[in-house]
């Protein structure tokens, strides 16, 4: 069963990015999520409480529109990727992990009182495994594979003057013996 979680949805269940399989714009088999019980989420969490209450491979879509920039610190790196290890365990292998987030030079990035960090295009780097490969030690890429071990591929990202989006995909390796 195809299945899409939605989180930080606040009162919008709106799919804003699609991709071309399983109804493209439409939600499949939708599971919300957020911290604020007024939004009617099917399941009631904080996004800053980590494990998430997932099984291990079980969505096709994370989507998360204009909520991360409310979690976590800036500069906090170790919830940084914590969180999207955390988002890569409960992807099926080869899910997607779409967002939304403000463009780190709009007004909104640290307009807004309740937002607490910044992702940029930049960020996005530090989530591929192929990224390190390619980068460490040629460019000034700091080194977190001692800590981060998922690894999402990024699909695309596009940045305009108040938003960046992206589209990340899990990339999963069969272990023997798994």
Partial sequence: MYRELLI??????????????????????????????DHKPDILWDLEKLP??????????????????HTGQQGDWRFFFDQFTEFHRILKPDGLFMATVPHYLSMWAWGDPSHKRVIASGSLVFLSQEE??????????????????????????????DTMFFILKALKKDLPGT
């Fill in 132 to 161: 390190y490969r390619k980068q460490v030690g040629k460019t000034p890429m700091s080194d977190f594979r001692f800590y981060y071990k998922a690894d999402f591929a990024i699909l695309h990202s596009q940045e305009n003057p």
């Fill in 52 to 69: 998430l209450p997932f099984p291990t491979d079980y969505f096709d879509e994370i989507h998360a529109y204009e909520v991360l920039e």
């Fill in 8 to 37: 930080g949805c606040g009162s919008s269940r709106e799919k804003r990015i699609h991709c071309p399989v399983e109804g493209g714009h439409l939600w499949s088999n939708l599971m919300t999520l957020d911290n604020n019980p």
